[in-house]
């Protein structure tokens, strides 16, 4: 498979899992966590997939399409690993999307090693996560794919529905 038809798959994957992630929290309370803007795709669709919900973004370094760049009290710069054990959101998370990948299968996997365990407690029980890498989430359960999104390409994941499972 070329690169181009591999990327082509991965952001076909991408939308359908954003767009399922959307439909399971429809009815959940709570902002959304945008772990990874780049060049900010995800983050424009996720805003009208998700429109009136407060979306926060984590990002290292700004690289995003200037109309996809989110407001500044919305933009959280930094690491990962430093910024989130620190924010104040306003309610607990009902959807968090990490699309953390580098490029670098064996860095991909140590980074979301890291970040795993301080996810939890930023959301809310039933709260959706979608994921370019495989999370270790004790007590979560891996959601089905949508149709047509190859086992491993994306993941999803859903938080006990119940507080201390």
Same mark, same amino acid.
Request: net charge neutral; glycine share 8%; with cysteine.
């Given at each position: 498979?070329?690169?181009? @038809?591999?990327?082509?798959?991965?952001?076909?994957?991408?939308?359908?899992?954003?767009?399922?992630?959307?439909?399971?929290?429809?009815?959940?309370?709570? /902002?959304?966590?945008?772990?990874?803007?780049?060049?900010?795709?995800?983050?424009?669709?996720?805003?009208?997939?998700?429109?009136?919900?407060?979306? *926060?973004? *984590?990002?290292?370094?700004?690289?995003?399409?200037? @109309?996809?760049?989110? /407001?500044? @009290?919305?933009?959280?710069?930094?690491? *990962?690993?430093?910024?989130?054990?620190?924010?104040?959101?306003?309610? /607990?998370?009902? *959807?968090?999307?990490?699309?953390?990948?580098?490029?670098?299968?064996?860095?991909?996997?140590?980074?979301?090693?890291?970040?795993?365990?301080?996810?939890?407690?930023?959301?809310?029980?039933? +709260?959706?996560? +979608?994921?370019?890498?495989?999370?270790?989430?004790?007590?979560?359960?891996?959601? /089905?794919?949508?149709?047509?999104?190859?086992?491993?390409?994306?993941?999803?994941?859903?938080?006990?529905?119940?507080?201390?499972?």
């Amino acid at each position: 498979m070329s690169r181009l @038809d591999s990327a082509i798959r991965r952001l076909i994957a991408q939308r359908a899992c954003l767009d399922r992630a959307a439909h399971l929290v429809h009815r959940l309370p709570g /902002p959304v966590l945008e772990l990874g803007l780049g060049n900010g795709r995800s983050y424009d669709h996720l805003r009208t997939r998700l429109a009136g919900r407060d979306i *926060f973004v *984590f990002e290292r370094t700004l690289a995003a399409h200037p @109309d996809c760049i989110p /407001p500044a @009290d919305r933009l959280i710069m930094g690491d *990962f690993l430093e910024t989130l054990p620190h924010i104040h959101l306003p309610a /607990p998370a009902a *959807f968090i999307h990490a699309d953390i990948g580098t490029g670098d299968k064996a860095a991909s996997l140590a980074l979301a090693a890291a970040l795993a365990p301080l996810l939890p407690p930023l959301a809310a029980p039933g +709260a959706v996560l +979608a994921s370019d890498q495989p999370l270790p989430l004790p007590g979560w359960t891996e959601e /089905p794919l949508p149709p047509g999104v190859a086992p491993g390409r994306y993941r999803l994941y859903r938080h006990p529905e119940e507080q201390g499972s």
